[in-house]
């Protein structure tokens, strides 16, 4: 070697010893950090003493497989008496025992973690530990205890009102147990609907590790089964969910049963790559159940590559392994496989030994009592479950029967209340309705007496009896049967609510002709009305332009001097809901009127304009809009009173049509 050589290796040596350095100062100082850190979140626990799981695993979830630091948990938890911190201590060392094959231990530490739950009532600890214990038992292939302690931890979980995750997560945990022990049994549809239910659960929650649980024990399924492509469909699903955790024993579970599945399809090349890789990681991970099972499959592999040595020698080690651990199941497989192989390489003694030990093992993990008894605390939990279900719907029917009875109750009392309150609205309608019919026969009432005053009718008839005495006898029948129709037509209107309009202007007609008769036909009267104006489909009430014209007569023209005397009525529409009419005379006006009438010894007393208002309001009640009535007076160009305009504003659509 050259000197430049031995210079370069020198250096690379330092370099990587610095290196080596390096690396042991950082990890010393990451393990400080860490340290630190667990001695400050274990006094901030036990200070606070949670008794939440959900609290306590997101503190102390990156330590649970620490069992220095659990323990540590645990003695000081049972230091300050808090129960529930040392029974997650002990459920996590259980869970660290059971993965490294120590079962005893597991046991002892779970069933201590469960005594801890139940003297502190803590439901989430109880279940979890339960189901721990059955998981262990199951690992050492005792079935009826491992199904005693799922089945207890699925009623309690199943008791809880509002299930926590952790609850719904161990009832899937539950259920997929169950699964597996009826696949013991052979039970391949039962497995699966139990499958099914657990893998609902975990879909809700999300839980990835779940969901690589059940695919696993589905493609099991299918595989003992003989399906073998959907068994592997499965498998190859549970280790896509297991590559997205990280779980290297994931992966271990999921290559040993692809490599199983493998070698049924003669696929061995596959088979062996794929098992050698599962070995490899459980010889990292120290877990001796899948370690034991990874040589054992291995073996299976080689076998049937006619690596007959290299098979022998992993079948063995796997043997010793599953001897020294109590792994009853993989006892049985590794000799079966065992007398394949000796009988395959023609030593029948030592095949015949082999086949034998497995069968009698076998025997002993399920024989018929061992299967009788799980099939009937099976067949028991299902009843107990459909009693439970039926308990259930039983009490929610007489929870809807009492809801239905209230229900019907409160119907009754409602409907004679609504039939009480209908009574009372009627009678008060009725009565409000009897009292309006009474204010409107009062009204016509006076409204007649109005319009047919004594006054009236003695000075209508002096003036046909003057018509008569100067032998006027064309005049004094003209104007009698004026009078005859005028009055015929007072008394027809009085028996209706309102007329048309045609027919009440026909009606202020005739009261002018025999008016005018007084005043010697000396005012002139003319009526107007627009084009677009149908006054016979236009209801008005009876004679309500009378009083108005009255006035005009009596107070604006009665006492002009000059014979210039006009009253001119209009009839139009400014608006499709109204029609409005104006009375519009040339007489002293209002202001003038008033003072004539205050000097008079005997004062005409008019109440026709107030009943007017009331009747127009009294009728507008069956319309969409009110009546309106305004009263102006008009001046000439100086000031000086030229007359008196009356304008009423009618409405004429019905609420009745508006509504339709």
Wanted: glycine residues 4%.
């Amino acid at each position: 070697m050259s000197r430049l050589q031995i210079i370069i290796l020198a250096k690379l040596k330092s370099i990587g010893v610095f290196t080596c350095c390096l690396a042991l100062c950082l990890n010393l100082e990451a393990q400080d950090n860490l340290e630190s850190s667990f001695a400050s979140q274990l006094e901030t626990v036990t200070t606070t003493m949670p008794r939440d799981f959900k609290i306590l695993d997101s503190v102390f979830s990156k330590f649970e497989r620490d069992t220095i630091k659990m323990n540590a948990l645990a003695r000081k938890s049972r230091d300050l008496n808090y129960s529930e911190g040392e029974s997650f201590a002990l459920n996590n060392l259980g869970v660290f025992y059971r993965n490294n094959s120590l079962y005893e231990k597991a046991i002892k530490s779970h069933t201590k973690a469960n005594a801890l739950a139940i003297e502190t009532d803590n439901l989430e600890l109880r279940v979890i530990n339960l189901n721990n214990i059955g998981v262990v038992y199951r690992r050492m292939d005792l079935v009826k205890p491992a199904l005693d302690f799922h089945t207890k931890a699925l009623d309690i979980a199943r008791s809880v009102a509002n299930p926590s995750k952790e609850i719904k997560y161990n009832i899937a945990v539950s259920q997929n147990s169950m699964g597996n022990i009826y696949l013991v049994l052979e039970q391949y549809e039962l497995a699966m609907r139990q499958f099914q239910k657990s893998l609902i659960v975990e879909k809700e929650a999300d839980n990835k590790l779940g969901l690589a649980i059940n695919y696993q024990n589905i493609g099991f399924a299918y595989e003992a089964q003989g399906e073998l492509d959907n068994a592997l469909r499965n498998y190859r699903r549970s280790l896509d969910y297991n590559n997205q955790i990280d779980s290297e024993l994931g992966r271990v579970i999921c290559f040993n049963s692809i490599g199983k599945v493998y070698i049924q399809q003669e696929q061995f090349i596959g088979a062996k790559d794929i098992i050698q890789k599962a070995l490899e990681k459980a010889l990292l991970i120290g877990d001796q159940f899948y370690t034991a099972s990874s040589y054992i499959n291995l073996g299976w592999a080689q076998k049937h590559l006619e690596l007959n040595d290299l098979s022998e020698t992993n079948l063995k080690i796997g043997l010793d392994l599953a001897k020294t651990y109590g792994l009853k199941s993989s006892i049985v497989e590794a000799q079966k496989h065992l007398s394949e192989l000796y009988e395959q390489t023609n030593k029948p003694n030592l095949a015949l030994n082999a086949y034998r030990e497995a069968v009698d093992l076998e025997k002993t993990i399920s024989n018929d009592r061992n299967l009788r008894y799980v099939n009937d605390v099976i067949i028991q939990y299902e009843n107990e479950a459909k009693n439970n279900q039926i308990k259930a719907l039983a009490d929610e029917n007489e929870l809807v029967k009492s809801r239905l009875e209230r229900n019907k109750k409160l119907f009754w009392y409602s409907m004679l209340a609504l039939a009480i309150i209908g009574a009372i609205m009627v009678a008060l309608y009725r009565t409000r309705q009897l009292q309006q019919e009474k204010q409107i026969l009062t009204l016509e009432q006076d409204m007649l007496r109005s319009q047919m005053n004594p006054h009236f009718i003695f000075n209508s008839l002096n003036s046909i009896k003057l018509y008569i005495i100067n032998n006027e006898k064309e005049n004094a029948v003209y104007y009698l049967n004026k009078f005859s129709k005028f009055i015929r037509k007072i008394l027809v209107s009085s028996t209706e609510k309102d007329i048309s309009l045609e027919n009440e202007l026909d009606t202020m007609k005739l009261y002018m002709n025999i008016e005018n008769i007084r005043f010697s036909n000396a005012i002139q009267f003319d009526i107007h009305i627009e084009d677009t104006i149908n006054t016979a489909s236009i209801k008005v009430p009876s004679m309500i332009l009378q009083p108005f014209i009255e006035n005009a007569l009596w107070h604006g023209l009665s006492s002009k001097k000059d014979d210039d005397k006009k009253i001119t009525l209009n009839v139009f529409q400014t608006n499709e809901d109204f029609v409005t009419i104006s009375i519009e005379d040339n007489g002293i006006g209002r202001v003038r009127s008033t003072k004539i009438n205050s000097d008079k010894l005997l004062k005409r007393k008019s109440v026709g304009i107030s009943l007017t208002k009331a009747r127009l309001a009294n009728f507008s009640k069956d319309y969409s809009g009110d009546y309106s009535l305004r009263i102006e007076d008009l001046y000439d160009a100086n000031q000086n009173p030229t007359g008196t305009k009356v304008i009423v504003e009618i409405p004429i659509n019905s609420i009745a049509l508006r509504t339709a």
